[in-house]
C-alpha cells in the first residue's frame, strides 16, 4: 500500500506543505502513520480525504465546518449535494464563457469587413451580436406564423387548377392583406437599425422602412440622429 510524504501530498492535491501541516494541526488530517524519523506519512484514505477538504474548501467551507462534516458518521450525502452545486456552477461558467468566445470570435469576423476600423465600429459589432440570439428567434416566430399561409396560398392554387374551384384562392388574398399589414408593423416595432456614422440605434418612420431599399441585414435609411443617408444595420430592439 502507498505511503506519501507531507511533499508529495502537497504536490498531489495542487496546495503548499504548510497547508498539508496545517490541516494536521487543525485535526482534519491526521498520518495515519510517523516514520522512525518522525515524518508524517500519509495512506491512499489519506490521500482521498485530502482531496476532499481541498475540495470543500474551494466550496467556500471554512476549517470549522469541514472538521464538523468529516467527523458525522456519514458525510456522503452532504458531499454529493456541495458536488452537484459545485457541478451546476461550472457548467454556467463554460456557457458564459463559450458565449464571451462567441462574441469575441464573432466581433474578429465582422472587423474583416470594416473599411474603417474605430472604437464606436467595435460598439456597433458588440450590439449587434449581443442581439443575434433575439433576432433569429424573432425571425423564426415570423417563419412559424408565415408556414400556414404559405401552405394555405399554395393548396388553393392548386385546387383551382386541378379542380376550377377558384374561391379559396380569393379567401386567401382576403386573409393575407390583414396578415401582411400585422406582419409589418410588428417588424418594424422589433426591430432597429445602427448608423454607421454617428453609431446610434434609432427606430424609423414606418413608411420609409417599409419602402426602403435591403439586404437580410441592411436597410438603406436616413438616420433620425444625425440625418446620414445610408444602408443601416438591422438588430433587434432591446425595449
Request: include cysteine.
Amino acid at each position: 500500500m502507498s505511503k506519501y510524504t507531507t511533499g508529495e501530498m502537497a504536490k498531489l492535491c495542487g496546495v503548499s506543505v504548510r497547508t498539508v501541516q496545517y490541516y494536521d494541526t487543525r485535526g482534519i488530517l491526521t498520518p495515519s502513520e510517523l516514520s522512525e524519523g518522525g515524518r508524517r506519512l500519509y495512506s491512499e484514505d489519506d490521500l482521498k480525504r485530502m482531496k476532499i477538504i481541498c475540495f470543500l474548501r474551494d466550496a467556500g467551507l471554512s476549517i470549522n465546518s469541514i472538521g464538523e462534516l468529516l467527523s458525522e458518521a456519514d458525510p456522503g450525502n452532504v458531499i454529493s449535494v456541495l458536488l452537484e452545486q459545485q457541478e451546476q456552477a461550472l457548467s454556467e461558467e463554460i456557457k458564459e464563457r463559450q458565449s464571451k468566445l462567441e462574441v469575441l470570435s464573432g466581433i474578429r469576423r465582422a472587423l474583416k469587413s470594416v473599411s474603417n476600423f474605430s472604437i464606436e465600429s467595435i460598439g456597433d459589432i458588440a450590439y449587434q451580436l449581443e442581439n443575434k440570439k433575439e433576432m433569429k428567434r424573432f425571425h423564426a416566430i415570423l417563419l412559424i406564423t408565415g408556414i400556414p399561409f404559405s401552405i394555405f396560398q399554395w393548396g388553393s392554387i392548386i385546387l383551382w387548377i386541378m379542380t376550377g374551384i377558384w374561391w379559396p384562392f380569393v379567401l386567401y388574398g382576403l386573409l393575407v392583406i390583414p396578415y401582411g399589414i400585422w406582419v409589418t408593423r410588428y417588424y418594424f416595432s422589433r426591430v432597429a437599425y445602427i448608423c454607421p456614422q454617428c453609431h446610434e440605434v434609432f427606430k424609423p418612420n414606418l413608411k420609409e422602412a417599409f419602402w426602403a431599399r435591403h439586404t437580410p441585414t441592411l436597410r438603406k435609411l436616413t438616420c433620425t440622429h444625425c440625418g446620414y443617408k445610408g444602408f443601416c444595420v438591422e438588430t433587434f430592439r432591446k425595449d
